[in-house]
């Protein structure tokens, strides 16, 4: 897919890389996965996101193509309708990918616990839709500006919003890496879609928590302020992961938006 690179690896202490990540370009759409469970389960769960999820996708649209028809200028209510519509599709898409995974989970004593969590854009003429559930991110650069667009579901992250621990304290406290929400959970849990309406120069980085945890945010803005290309700016996002000693699977995966289709 064009302005898209990706990089996964198992960091430098785990023995397994349970993350996964793809690109589908006729869908216009990246995910990226992190696994969880014990065994091989986890990276069979994330997997199962990079693979189904596109495939849920395009079962869902059908002939459904307006959907990823840029709106016409003056459109008005139409487009409004064609993004709702288009939201509705990702989060459903999403949903039934977990209940599948817990399906899995529950039918095999070997997957018992399974899950994983999931970050996806899905790039639909001028807008993007950006889908996550967990802890693994987006960013969006734009202007020389990092911005995190979406809200870690864990114990920590509900913690450091209530202010009682610091972004700091969250890094080292005993349920980091507890999550509120993932790929695979009992219940039909609620998935957040929000949209991104595209401008020239735009930038994402979907990425694990392999990354963000080891790398701060001025530090993940100035690898990709430093490199025109995608595959370098995954490349030394990876590489300074592992110079941290990444205790955890580091996958980073970076698309140049460009301008409006």
């Not at 869908?27 to 389960?41: K, N, R, S």
């Not at 069979?44 to 869902?60: N, S, T």
Request: hydrophobic share 40%; aromatic share 4%; with cysteine.
């Amino acid at each position: 897919m064009t302005g898209v690179a990706g990089v996964s690896d198992r960091g430098s202490v785990r023995a397994e890389n349970q993350d996964a990540w793809r690109a589908d370009e006729s869908l216009g759409l990246v995910v990226v996965a992190d696994g969880m469970g014990g065994g091989p389960a986890g990276a069979q769960a994330a997997a199962i996101v990079a693979e189904r999820l596109p495939e849920l996708v395009r079962r869902r649209m059908g002939g459904g193509k307006r959907l990823t028809t840029p709106p016409q200028t003056g459109e008005g209510t139409r487009g409004v309708l064609r993004r709702r519509a288009a939201r509705r599709l990702l989060r459903e898409a999403v949903l039934e990918l977990s209940r599948e995974i817990l399906r899995a989970s529950e039918d095999d004593p070997e997957r018992k616990g399974m899950g994983a969590t999931a970050v996806a854009a899905w790039r639909c003429g001028p807008v993007v839709y950006v889908a996550h559930q967990g802890d693994s991110r987006a960013y969006l650069f734009r202007g020389g500006v990092l911005n995190k667009l979406t809200a870690d579901h864990s114990i920590v992250a509900l913690l450091v919003r209530s202010g009682e621990i610091t972004e700091e304290e969250a890094g080292k406290h005993p349920a980091r890496g507890q999550l509120t929400r993932f790929v695979g959970m009992p219940g039909d849990v609620y998935c957040e879609v929000q949209t991104l309406m595209i401008k020239d120069g735009d930038r994402l980085l979907l990425c694990t928590d392999g990354l963000w945890g080891v790398v701060n945010d001025d530090e993940i803005a100035a690898v990709l302020a430093s490199h025109a290309e995608p595959e370098k700016g995954c490349d030394e996002l990876i590489e300074l992961a592992k110079r941290r000693n990444a205790p955890d699977n580091v996958t980073t995966v970076v698309w140049d938006l460009g301008g409006a289709l």
